[in-house]
């Protein structure tokens, strides 16, 4: 018997490779090496048009000295850091509340979600295509409606022309559209907290809010932690908007790390300082991951 269970398991073998096969030479020929080219490139001078010349850590001391002197780059890492902070935590607080708000059984709940979380799956140029009608100084919405309340005292502001208001206007249009994915995944961790705790609670007579500090907040610590942490590799990554809106002006206000590698790499044609950037974002994102899943480590709670 053993050589026959032992065939039939060689046979499930040979399956799941065959079946891992096609996926894995996707990953080897479209992620992994693009990614070591990229490193390579990272230490090398290269244009697309001549070959690459190797320059050992030029493009690293590049980045260093630009951030020693407030340069480009410097102003991207700034904006970037800006809308993080702008949209992570305003993000998560709305989407929790209105996740609160749907688990109280609302009746159409269901139209609810569909309507929040619609923007999610609509394409990032579209929406930002939308918003930038909606922030025009001529004829958009939100200059009308301004001018419509204030009884004409406030005059067309130029949303995304204003170096002081172009980011506030891409945070505001990022907040709604990813308002429905955190919401979504907040009210899946809603609905996975056991009823009984809230029936115990009610019949100690806990007000809302302290079965909501006692029961909701504590166990909800675990989707907060992978909702902060996707959140924040997101915000690092953020580009499509800031190219759509604005390409990065005016002035640089609105550049980030992720434009300034476009940028680099297929405006100026200096592939290897876009790698070398794009391994510089690759740290940040993996340093400040390994700094939130330490401190919220502690967030994972038992049911009881």
């Given at each position: 018997m053993e050589p026959r269970v032992s065939g039939v398991q060689t046979r499930e073998e040979r399956t799941a490779y065959l079946f891992l096969t096609p996926g894995l030479a996707l990953f080897l020929l479209f992620v992994l090496i693009p990614v070591i080219a990229a490193f390579y490139l990272s230490f090398c001078r290269y244009d697309i048009i001549h070959s690459p010349t190797w320059i050992g850590l030029r493009n690293y001391s590049r980045i260093g000295q630009d951030l020693q002197t407030h340069g480009v780059f410097y102003l991207s890492l700034r904006n970037t850091a800006q809308y993080a902070i702008g949209t992570i935590p305003l993000g998560m607080v709305l989407a929790l509340a209105l996740a609160l708000l749907l688990n109280a059984g609302l009746r159409g709940v269901t139209l609810y979600r569909t309507t929040y979380y619609l923007p999610v799956v609509t394409s990032l140029v579209a929406v930002s295509l939308v918003w930038m009608w909606i922030y025009d100084p001529s004829y958009g919405l939100?200059?009308?409606?301004?001018?419509?309340?204030?009884?004409g005292r406030i005059s067309p502001q130029s949303w995304l022309g204003d170096p002081g208001q172009a980011m506030p206007a891409i945070i505001a249009m990022s907040i709604w559209r990813g308002l429905g994915y955190n919401m979504v995944i907040y009210l899946a961790g809603l609905q996975g907290i056991p009823d009984h705790l809230y029936e115990a609670a009610v019949l100690d007579g806990a007000s809302p809010w302290q079965r909501f500090r006692a029961i909701t907040w504590p166990?909800?610590?675990?989707?907060?932690?992978?909702?902060f942490v996707i959140s924040t590799i997101?915000?690092?990554?953020?580009?499509?908007?800031?190219?759509?809106?604005?390409?990065?002006?005016?002035?640089?206000?609105?550049?980030?790390?992720?434009?300034?590698?476009?940028?680099?790499?297929?405006?100026?044609?200096?592939?290897?300082?876009?790698?070398?950037?794009?391994?510089?974002?690759?740290?940040?994102?993996?340093?400040?991951?390994l700094i939130n899943l330490r401190l919220l480590r502690g967030g994972e709670v038992e049911y009881v």
């Open positions: 939100l200059n009308h409606l301004l001018m419509k309340l204030s009884g166990l909800l610590k675990p989707t907060t932690a992978f909702i997101g915000a690092s990554q953020v580009f499509a908007q800031v190219y759509v809106m604005t390409n990065g002006g005016p002035n640089n206000a609105t550049t980030t790390i992720v434009h300034q590698i476009f940028q680099n790499a297929f405006s100026f044609m200096k592939m290897g300082y876009a790698s070398a950037m794009a391994f510089v974002l690759f740290g940040l994102i993996l340093a400040l991951s």
